[in-house]
């Protein structure tokens, strides 16, 4: 049995090594600057519920874009917030030079609120290229421009961004401070790295919504959530993997510092718990089979490091077989999460990875069961 395992961990490491590799292959997205054509505009779409204590941040960030101001307008979708945000939005849309518009949705029961908010946001919509973040994010100078130049050059149908979270208080950390935040970062670094080389590869799997952008004619002709409008979670990668099928290998990941956005890692337990459970609630639903046999095999080698760890704990002679294949895992694990921690500008956190490598098995354990539980709370509502 020790053998087999030592075969599925080898597997795993070579797909470690080759996501490093392909990390290596991303090009830096935009080459070189292009004069955008005068009739270009995009629409920035920002779905929001009770974000009053971020939304202010976020539009100020919008004001610093150094695409100019004509090329682009700023519509915020609000899902019947409660607090303050659309006082804030109000105040500051008098007080800004932005073409911000405030979109009302009525306070509806639907499938996926988030969904619902995009989709009336692209009706009005003026831009012919879509750009999505949330309202909690923030971005910087170049951001918008970083994208539009990306688009010009490249003539892709769909842009996915990098995101990573906001710093963690200053180190030394404390558990219900810093270190919760850095292993979020760490752990979420992983997914945004996979998800970008998966992309460049030609496999688009994992995308973000705080930093996504396609062509509004694309959202139209793949009839935009259509067909998952009823899954709360997904606005983004349902909507990757529609366009990647209908526009094979006109997707790309954009690897550039200046289009990082960064956004809030969650507070406590019981945020992080509702939203692992939400992500995870979209690939419980996702029934092609190349997800499926990645989710199981990432479940079964986090499995069975557990068990090697038992093993080497309950061995009294030191076990030269199981330490080998405990490393075979650990370094070219190491050695992909640094380089995606390193570009999201990180570097500090880098001794922390080998302490979120030892957790991991259990969190990926505990959600993989905890994701066939049905329904989750998110932003004061119970979703399915």
Not at 16 to 28: A, E, F, H, V
Not at 208 to 228: D, I, K
Not at 308 to 320: G, I, N, Q
């Amino acid at each position: 049995m020790i053998y087999t395992f030592g075969s599925i961990v080898l597997l795993y490491a070579f797909g470690c090594l080759w996501l490093s590799w392909q990390w290596w292959l991303i090009p830096k997205r935009p080459a070189s600057n292009l004069t955008i054509p005068a009739d270009f505009k995009l629409t920035l779409i920002v779905p929001v519920r009770n974000e009053a204590v971020h939304i202010g941040a976020l539009l100020r960030d919008l004001e610093q874009q150094t695409l100019p101001k004509n090329h682009f307008e700023v519509i915020i979708a609000n899902d019947a917030s409660t607090d303050n945000t659309v006082a804030i939005v109000k105040a500051l849309e008098e007080e800004m030079v932005l073409d911000l518009q405030l979109l009302n949705l009525p306070d509806e029961q639907v499938g996926s609120p988030k969904k619902r908010a995009i989709t009336q946001a692209i009706k009005v919509a003026k831009g012919g290229l879509i750009v999505t973040t949330d309202g909690d994010c923030r971005v910087s100078a170049k951001w918008l421009e970083t994208i539009v130049q990306t688009y010009l050059q490249t003539g892709v149908k769909m842009i996915s961004g990098p995101v990573t979270f906001l710093e963690a208080p200053t180190l030394p950390l404390s558990f219900r401070g810093g270190i919760f935040a850095v292993f979020q970062t760490i752990e979420f670094a992983s997914l945004i790295g996979a998800g970008g080389c998966l992309i460049e590869a030609g496999y688009p799997t994992m995308c973000n919504g705080a930093n996504l952008a396609y062509e509004r004619g694309a959202f139209e002709e793949v009839g935009g959530y259509e067909g998952v409008d009823q899954i709360a979670s997904g606005d983004d990668e349902f909507l990757l993997q529609k366009i990647s099928q209908r526009f094979p290998k006109v997707i790309c990941f954009l690897k550039n510092q200046d289009a990082i956005v960064s956004t809030q890692s969650q507070p406590n337990w019981k945020a992080f718990y509702q939203q692992r459970v939400r992500w995870a609630s979209k690939w419980a639903v996702d029934r092609r089979v190349a997800t499926m046999v990645v989710a199981i095999f990432v479940f079964l080698v986090n499995f069975i490091t557990l068990f090697l760890w038992e093993e080497l704990l309950r061995s009294k002679a030191e076990d030269t077989l199981l330490l080998v294949i405990l490393l075979l895992k650990l370094v070219p694990e190491f050695i992909f999460l640094t380089l995606i921690v390193q570009y999201l500008g990180k570097s500090k956190w880098l001794i922390y990875i080998p302490l979120v490598q030892f957790v991991y098995p259990l969190y990926v354990l505990f959600f993989g069961i905890a994701a066939q539980r049905k329904g989750y709370e998110w932003k004061g509502r119970k979703l399915k």
